[in-house]
């Protein structure tokens, strides 16, 4: 019997993150961790693809809503046949006339286009019965560049050299897989950092990613108060050293393109491997500036908002920044991702995805063997929640996408009537 995506649900799923200053920055002071979450329903009840946005907390209900105008889509089709040709899936998913006016590829819409995506990637690799980094992975060049749309980054980057840089790659490839099963592949802690945490949390927390998680990569998070900022780099560095630990520093966009240089000249004491996000994420010629001024004292890095591969195209083209950071959740999916990470190997820059809210660790874990961020919050609430060990990821081993959240966990924290939100409004938390 053919195998069809027979209908969807979706689900409006938040945590009370800004209750103890979990995700606090200079631009972001009551996070709550949210999701927009869509489950696809297949002919077969025990088969099903899980997909979602990530979001903090207001806003999440346009995600639910842009995931409901998109996921019809799917239904009553095929899953070979999806999975057969997903650069023709995603191109269905985006190529939309009027769903793009309201994007195009940006927005609401791509936030939405993600969970989509990223729910077929799920549902293909459950069915292959491989992690999806793993389906990646086996994949031909010929395969990899197929799932690419390359429309708007052929200036930049062409089939042909896609292809070629892949073909290139293939021979050690399976070097790099037998390291990431063994080895796992290195991560780097936020938690340590939140602008909202106390000093003495803040000297906790170092010390418990060392001795508990063995990192040795630190950030923290800038922007508020030029001293307070300079006070707490010197606290992290007391705790952290210099010889065995790195540090960089997110300003979270806070900063405009004078105030970033001027801000970061005292920090710059502390040896920062980057500074993040100095400025808008959709100034271009702003972080060419910030860069010039800057490096190579301290490289710039961006990405968590960068909304599509075209802006990213730009900011390789501008020698804007060193560190590619992909976010799974706002980019289209896997697809685009990939796209990116292939123009980032163009451009000779290495590829750190923007991870930490929730399940975005649990995309990112299979995106990359580059240095991953971490943050130890909510992955308890995944059926196949990501694990670190000694400073590194452990590579995934359970079929699909580790993108399922427990029905019990979606049940407590739906928004806004799950019992867990009832339970918070009644004992007067919120």
């Known amino acids: 019997m053919t195998l069809t995506i027979t209908g969807f649900k ?12 979990d995700g606090s920055d200079a631009m972001n002071k009551d996070s709550d961790y949210s999701a927009a979450v869509v489950i696809l329903h297949t002919s077969d009840p025990a088969l099903s693809g899980h997909g979602l946005t990530f979001t903090l907390g207001r806003g999440n209900e346009i995600c639910q809503v842009a995931i409901e105008a998109i996921a019809p889509k799917l239904v009553g089709l095929s899953v070979a046949d999806l999975t057969a040709d997903m650069g023709k899936t995603w191109k269905l998913l985006t190529y939309d006339s009027q769903l793009r006016w309201i994007g195009p590829e940006k927005g609401a819409i791509h936030l939405a286009t993600a969970a989509v995506v990223n729910a077929v990637w799920d549902l293909y690799a459950k069915i292959e019965k491989k992690p999806l980094w793993r389906l990646i992975s086996d994949m031909s060049p010929e395969e990899l560049v197929k799932i690419v749309d390359f429309r708007y980054i052929e200036d930049a980057i062409t089939p042909a050299e896609a292809l070629a840089i892949l073909k290139e790659m293939e021979p050690t490839k399976h070097l790099r897989i037998a390291e990431m099963e063994r080895d796992g592949f290195p991560a780097y802690t936020t938690s340590a950092g939140w602008l909202g ?16 998680f063995g990192f040795s990569v630190f950030k923290q998070k800038v922007g508020a108060n030029q001293q307070d900022d300079i006070k707490r780099a010197r606290l992290i ?34 040896k920062p491997k980057w500074i993040e996000e100095p400025t808008s994420p959709d100034d271009i010629l702003g972080h060419a500036a910030i860069r010039k001024a800057l490096y190579p004292r301290t490289g710039v890095a961006t990405g968590e908002h960068v909304q599509n591969r075209m802006i990213f195209k730009q900011l390789l083209q501008a020698d804007a920044i060193d560190f590619v950071q992909i976010d799974s959740c706002r980019l289209g999916g896997v697809n685009e991702v990939v796209a990116v990470m292939l123009l980032a190997k163009k451009f000779g820059k290495p590829v750190c ?21 971490f943050v130890d919050h909510l992955h308890e609430h995944f059926v196949d929640p ?14 699909g996408y580790s993108t399922e959240l427990h029905a019990e966990s979606i049940v407590q924290w739906s928004f806004p009537n799950g019992p867990s939100w009832e339970n918070l409004r009644a004992t007067g938390q919120i």
Request: proline fraction near 5%; glycine fraction near 6%; include cysteine.
């Open 386 to 399: 990501c694990i670190v060990k000694n400073g590194k990821y452990i590579a995934p081993s359970l079929p």
């Open 237 to 270: 560095r007391e705790v952290v050293g210099y010889e065995k630990a790195t540090l960089m520093m997110d300003a979270n966009q806070v900063w405009g393109v004078k105030e970033a240089i001027e801000w970061m000249q005292p920090l710059l004491e502390f």
């Open 197 to 212: 945490y106390s000093d003495e949390k803040v000297r906790d927390l170092c010390k418990e990613a060392i001795e508990k």
């Open 10 to 21: 979706t689900h409006d799923v938040r945590f009370p993150t800004s209750l103890k200053k």
């Open 353 to 373: 995805p923007h991870a930490g809210g929730v399940g975005l660790c649990e995309h990112v874990q299979h995106l990359s063997i580059l240095d991953l961020r």
